[in-house]
Nanobody
Framework: VQLQASGGGLVQAGGSLRLSCAAS????????IGWFRQAPGKERAFVAG????????TYSDSVKGRFTIPRDNAKNTVYLQMYNLKPEDTAVYYC???????????????WGQGTQVTVSS
């Protein structure tokens, strides 16, 4: 599966932004999709994930209650809806696909190109 992330931009603290991860490939629905982010000088970190059927989601503690990860299999797209953004959310955001149940980057086999999110204070 090939992934393309989009939707990043500059937003003020407290604002909202929605990222999109468009997938190509007929087996999209059999993958779990994760969102990761990487800030300058930091390791890539798991943000949120959604599993094959879309009924199970998981979030990192830092975004729980502020981010959601809706999935539209008909459009082969997973979103990362971000609310109440904080300056510490500033990072390059990546979407990735895996056939396993994981929150670890090495377990994800396909990656999108990344999209920059900048939150100003």
């Amino acid at each position: 599966v090939q992934l393309q992330a989009s939707g990043g931009g500059l937003v003020q603290a407290g604002g909202s932004l929605r990222l999109s991860c468009a997938a190509s490939g007929r087996t999209f629905s059999s993958y779990a999709i994760g969102w990761f982010r990487q800030a300058p000088g930091k390791e890539r970190a798991f943000v949120a994930g959604i599993y094959w059927s879309g009924s199970r989601t998981t979030y990192s503690d830092s975004v729980k209650g502020r981010f959601t990860i809706p999935r539209d299999n008909a459009k082969n797209t997973v979103y990362l809806q971000m609310y109440n953004l904080k300056p510490e959310d500033t990072a390059v955001y990546y979407c990735a696909a895996t056939r396993s149940v994981s929150v670890y980057a090495p377990d994800f086999s396909s990656w999108g190109q990344g999209t920059q999110v900048t939150v100003s204070s």
